[in-house]
């Protein structure tokens, strides 16, 4: 599976933007689907994700503001952010899962390249 990210770039805090992951190869393998974000000197985190079934879970930093969805007929995730903060700039990974890692609370399997998102104050 490959994954291609896409929709980062510089907006205002306050301002929204929509993150794109566009998956190839074998999907149908993949159960579950993420974002996680990288800040400059920090770990990796989980933002969203979006669990077999429909459910989804958010970090506490972001919940009310972000929305996780996906477009199963085009093999695409989203990410859609709102009311963006300062504290929202990183690089934002999509990640996809074939087993059940991501609802152990750990990353699933295959990684796309990242996409930054800055907001300046």
């Known amino acids: 599976v490959q994954l291609q990210a896409f929709g980062g770039g510089l907006v205002q805090a306050g301002g929204s933007l929509r993150l794109t992951c566009v998956a190839s190869g074998n999907v149908f393998s993949i159960k579950h689907w993420a974002w996680h974000r990288q800040a400059p000197g920090k770990q990796r985190e989980l933002v969203?994700?979006?669990?077999?079934?429909?459910?989804?879970k958010y970090a506490d930093s972001v919940m009310g503001r972000f929305a996780i969805s996906r477009d199963s007929a085009k093999n695409t995730v989203y990410l859609q952010l709102n009311s963006l903060k300062s504290e929202d700039t990183a690089v934002y990974f999509c990640n996809a899962d074939r087993y059940n890692r991501l609802r152990a609370g750990v990353p699933g399997d295959y990684w796309g390249q990242g996409t930054l998102v800055t907001v300046s104050s």
């Open positions: 969203a994700a979006l669990i077999s079934g429909g459910s989804t």
